[in-house]
């Protein structure tokens, strides 16, 4: 769902940078276009790695504010977040079971930006322990109902006392991070040696994108503004030091509401109990701390 326009124009004064490649750090892009929002920001292309960002952005700080908000997930960020939970359940119930099969679970599993908490949920076959962290206290709230433990912050809200964990997992967050690489590094140096570490992202290499152009709906504003394939993805976990990462196959089921809001068209809230498995909109990697 697109983000209220309201809400973001209240933002934007005074709130804008530009900025390099926040992968390679190069000052050499080229203008790809600009989403079909109308809002003031432009997706450009990095001429040394060819990274897609957005530039300008809002200010780091000013989007932690609005992460905050109890309205993020009840209609700027999200349609209405709590609608999709079945559909979201799903989803992270497939995902699990593929972790599992490939040996990636069992002991203390961390979620960060866990939203409200569904796929802790889910992991309480898999792992003995399932903590969590948002930015949101509304999120955090809810997400306490299927934890163990909920933090309310970023990474930097796991305390070095319990930063050791078998399985990280970081879900559609990653194009939200102003530092990829630090960010990577960090979640990283949570894991005990030989532990597991799940990202995943709208995936912008994917033909949904190729064939909706402007009007793609990961093109999300303010909130994406890191654009990965499943090829740079990659590298960027490579160049934070962890093993090899291997690309897994991550199927997303949506409700039928939000498939039929990206159209421009309106269901009862009855029909969101009715999910549809797309393709292909999902990139994830899969990769180990290093043994050392």
Known sequence: ?????????????????????????SDDS?????????????IHR??????????????EAVMHHYYQADTYFDGDGYQD????ELALRATF?????????????????LEIGCGYGFLLAEAAPYFSFRCGTDYSAKAVAQARKHADEVLLGGQ?????????????????????????????????????PGGSLLLSTPDAGSWWRRLMGRRWPSYKLPE?????????????????????????????????????????????PRWSRNSVWLPGTTTAVLSKQSLG
């Open 93 to 109: 119930r497939r995902l699990l079971q593929r972790l599992h099969g490939l040996g990636h679970t069992g002991g203390r599993l």
């Open 81 to 84: 977040y709590a609608e999709q």
């Open 30 to 42: 080229r203008f790809i276009h600009r989403p079909k929002s109308g809002l003031p920001f432009s």
């Open 46 to 59: 990095c001429k040394s790695c060819g990274f897609d960002y957005l530039s300008p952005r809002l200010r």
């Open 224 to 268: 994406h503004i890191l654009y990965f394939n499943t090829v740079n993805l990659a590298g960027l976990v490579r160049r934070a030091g962890a093993q090899e990462p291997l690309a897994i196959p991550y199927p997303h089921a949506f409700p039928l509401t939000v498939i039929a809001a990206k159209f421009g068209c309106k269901l009862g």
């Open 156 to 192: 930097d809200a796991v305390q070095n006392s319990m930063s050791c964990f078998d399985c990280v997992i970081a879900n559609h967050v990653i194009e939200h991070v102003y530092d990829p690489l630090a960010f990577v590094s960090g979640l990283l140096e949570m894991l005990r």
């Open 1 to 25: 769902m697109m983000t209220n326009k309201h809400s973001i124009q209240e933002l934007v004064s005074n709130s804008l940078e530009y900025v390099p490649c926040p992968l390679c750090g």
